[in-house]
């Protein structure tokens, strides 16, 4: 009976109901070794899993066997992809940091009725405008009793300090009464990014990163260079979202073709170079903005250089692995067979035989998956939250640090020069950048965060508390310390803070990308890309409420920051791993212990095969001959 059990292709249940796995079962002879009944056992492969629906094993092991079938990135055409998706990190750095020069609040004043222009320091100056800085612009007050006849003028004279002659402040006169518009513009363009994450992550899953990437570029160059044709306010404020949207969708797409095209050796550091091309973009921002001198011309140059990746449409070919993942195997093939030829490979070197599993499944209808679907996860659902989180705390909490050292009142900045202060915000950013690589390096994904998340909260807490504490002891006499003293204090706090929110929230994005499964991760991404472009927009809401409750903004976040410490030990290690192809391979990337055990001492986590007994999870994980000395507790095989 146990024999027509197994010829049938049914597994025998154990003594506790559960299903044999490799680890239990009995020691016997090597296929093919045995006769006669044995042989055909030994022959019978084990039942498939319900999530792949039957399809080859060997076809969703992508980092184990079609990419190294491919080359890695040895191949050369595999290396003039990644060059492809770097070119562009400089236009989106560009066009990311450019409301800090088109959207900069000048100092202005009013020319008298008599013609003559009064001087800019004279009592016709609206007051605390001449320390403004470029990068956070305070609000102009609004007209009360004490300014009325000041914002009562007819014509303004604005003094620029950030490389042009005319912006959009001073264009349509965006000063008193209507400084709120220029809050609603920087509104538009981060809104315009925060849904274009969302949407276009959903797209990419479901008809591809190429498409995508594609129709992104045609509707940026459509509305970035309308944009430079605004006839007011509100018009440039519309299309600016647009222009947002379009531009997420370009960022959103690269990101995810990078990681795909990258064995996992070598993921972080492609991820790292591609940062730092687009913080050459914000480095030269000035330069470009003081060669172009007026706003829509700065518009129209950093629009156009996007017009070269309308040739992606010919060179660029959909992620190989998405199509992998989503059982598209007919255009695999054709795709594998272009690389290929492109990198003058032999077919021979097909040693594990993907081609030929590809001509046995190639008739397999594809198997599409939206974000939705990790409602009903344990882990991968836990997992992205805990990202999405992160990078929302991490990017909220950077404008707090960066309005203490700039100073949240209009009379205090760091050095009263736009490009020193702008300069200053860019050191800092590039600073967290390359203490990123060793610490990554030598801690891992997780220890890396958690690390760089510890010291952004000490920084807030250092400065919520300690900063107080010596506010009341200066005021005391014969204390020895001074507002100056604070001032340092605060200062320093800040630039620790800034340093390490940014690699907070840079390592969220990241790591989002590696724990999320292939056939969903451009909606991963979405989520906690959105989630920081949720953070990013406290700067301006904190603005357009003239920085009213600014205090009470920076207690939420610093609180955040605890339950983030908290929370990111229960996410996996991705360093080394295999990116997950579809959602089991993402549910089994389970958690770790923050230090690897001593040798010769017991784990405390379960083995793969144990955590699937554990969880109930028989539907959605294969069941093998045999488990391989290499699998790791995350479920996932190393290169």
Known sequence: MAIERRREGRPLPEENGSVPGAAAAPPGPPPGAGLGVGAEIQAVPPPPSSSSAACSPLLLDYDGSVLPFLGGLGGGYQRTLVLLTWVPALFIGFSKFSDSF???????????????????NGSLVPPGHANRSGIFPPATALPGPGNASECDCHEWHYRIRAGLVQNVVSKWDLVCDSAWKVHIAKFSLLVGLIFGHLITGCIADWVGRRPVLLFSVIFILVFGLTVALSVNVTMFSTLRFFEGFCLAGIVLSLYALRIELCPPGHRFMITMVASFIEMAGQFLMPGLAALCRDWQVLQAVIICPFLLMLLYWVIFPESLRWLMATQQFEASKELIFQLTRKNRMNTESDIKGVVPELEKEIARRPKKVCIVKVVGTRNLWKNIVVLCVNSLTGYGIHHCFAKSM???????????????????????????????????????RRGGLLLFMILTALASL??????NLIGKYSQLPDSGMSDSVKDKFSTAFSIVGMFSSHAVGSLSVFFCAEITPTVIRGGGLGLVLASAGFGRLTAPIMELHNQKGYFLHHVIFACCTLICIICILLLPESKNQNLPENIPDGEHYTRQPLLPHKKGEQPLLLTNSELKDYSGLHDSAAVSDGISENTTANGMKPM
């Open 102 to 120: 088109l959207l900069d609040q000048p100092d202005f004043w009013c020319r008298q009725a008599d013609g003559q222009q009064g001087d800019w």
């Open 462 to 467: 250092l400065q919520l508390g300690l900063l």
């Open 406 to 444: 700039m100073g949240h009142e209009a009379k205090m900045t760091i050095t009263h020069n736009f490009y020193a202060d702008y300069y200053t915000m860019a050191g800092i950013a590039l600073a967290s950048c390359l203490a990123m690589c060793p610490v990554v390096g030598f801690l891992g």
